[in-house]
């Protein structure tokens, strides 16, 4: 740990090997006390927030990851896909709210044409012209590409004309094949969702990173994960946040999975934090971690916590039992609470407003 603690007094890099070393490590607090150092160095005493709308716009899916409980199978009766109406209904909640982002994602679906996305998109921008649209993981793209027969840039560009904003980081998973054989095969591989989020940044959009961690993935696994994310935000610097999501098990047909305890989380947080030198902002996702536990990660070195959500369905099909919406007075008194700053953002991190 001294070789550590020297790297990142002096502003070093870390290795993958210093990485794994604290994966390996019982000093917690040793650890927390370290990102939270890294932390104040880039963002101060601020932590970040923004008052949001999750739209999941259909869980039927022709991929079904073992790890997914939302995903459902065409001709189930607990499947569903929302019209353009009730997505311009959910919108005008979002706008009655004070939302300044639409976050969506959904299942692969076995007959939506790629018209109907971009109909989606604008139907948006029509109801909520200011609205951020925060849309469709890389995984999502893929299957737009096989199903318009265009090439990857140009669907990216249809989007975004069609009134995309940024991108989630979601369909990360685990980058290494191994693991993706196991608990994702039919997904697309992690090259390839390197590959897609590579062009949509060079497409002048941002994304967002993620790692679900907690199933069946080794702590190498973890670093090796890590790893391809920093050099990619090397060559592009298009990633705004690293969120790591902790896997929830409930209905879900990964064996002996058991999920994510509050040391792991708050370690691997931490770590997330030292290791992604280049990423600015590290989000702790209270959907899946839980509010007590997003809240001390607010001194492991975190400084988002998320938005106001609204009607998140994918962490809680697997048993996530957080609530299902924060309201921005909430979010503000839990970043109180940690002896933080409270600062609304919109999408791209502009600030609006300090509490």
Known sequence: MKQIREKVKNGQRLSDEDALRLFESFELLEIGELAAEVNRRKNSNKVYFNVNRHINYTNLCVNQCTFCAFAREEGDERGYTLDLDQIRAKVREALAAGATEIHSVGGLHPDLSFDFYLEMLRA???????????????????????????????????????????????????????????????????????????????????????????????????????????????????????????????????????????????????????????????????????????????????????GTVVEEKIGHDAGADSPQVLSREQLITLIRNAGRQPVERDTLYREIREY
């Not at 995309?164 to 608990?183: C, F, T, Y």
């Not at 993935?217 to 790893?227: F, K, P």
């Not at 098990?249 to 370690?267: C, E, Y």
Request: net charge negative.
């Open 124 to 306: 948006i921008k029509a109801e909520a012209p200011a609205l951020h649209i925060k849309a469709f993981t890389a995984v999502e793209i893929d299957y737009f590409t096989r199903i318009s027969d265009k090439t990857l840039i140009d669907v990216v560009r249809d989007l975004k004309e069609a009134g995309l904003g940024s991108m989630p980081g979601g369909g990360a998973e685990i980058l290494g094949q191994q693991v993706r054989d196991k608990i994702c095969p039919e997904k697309i591989s992690g090259e390839r969702w390197l590959e897609i989020t590579e062009t949509v940044h060079n497409c002048g959009l941002r994304t967002n990173a993620t790692m679900l961690f907690g199933h069946l993935e080794t702590y190498s696994d973890r670093v090796e994960h890590l790893r391809l994310l920093r050099e990619l935000q090397d060559r592009t610097g298009g990633f705004q946040s690293f969120i790591p999501l902790a896997f929830q098990p409930d209905n879900t047909r990964v064996p002996g999975a058991v999920g994510v305890s509050g040391v792991d989380a708050l370690k691997t947080l931490a770590i997330s934090r030292l290791y992604l030198d280049n990423f600015q902002h590290i989000k702790a996702y209270w959907v899946m971690l839980g509010l007590k536990i997003a809240q001390v990660a607010l001194c492991f070195g975190v400084n988002d916590i998320d």
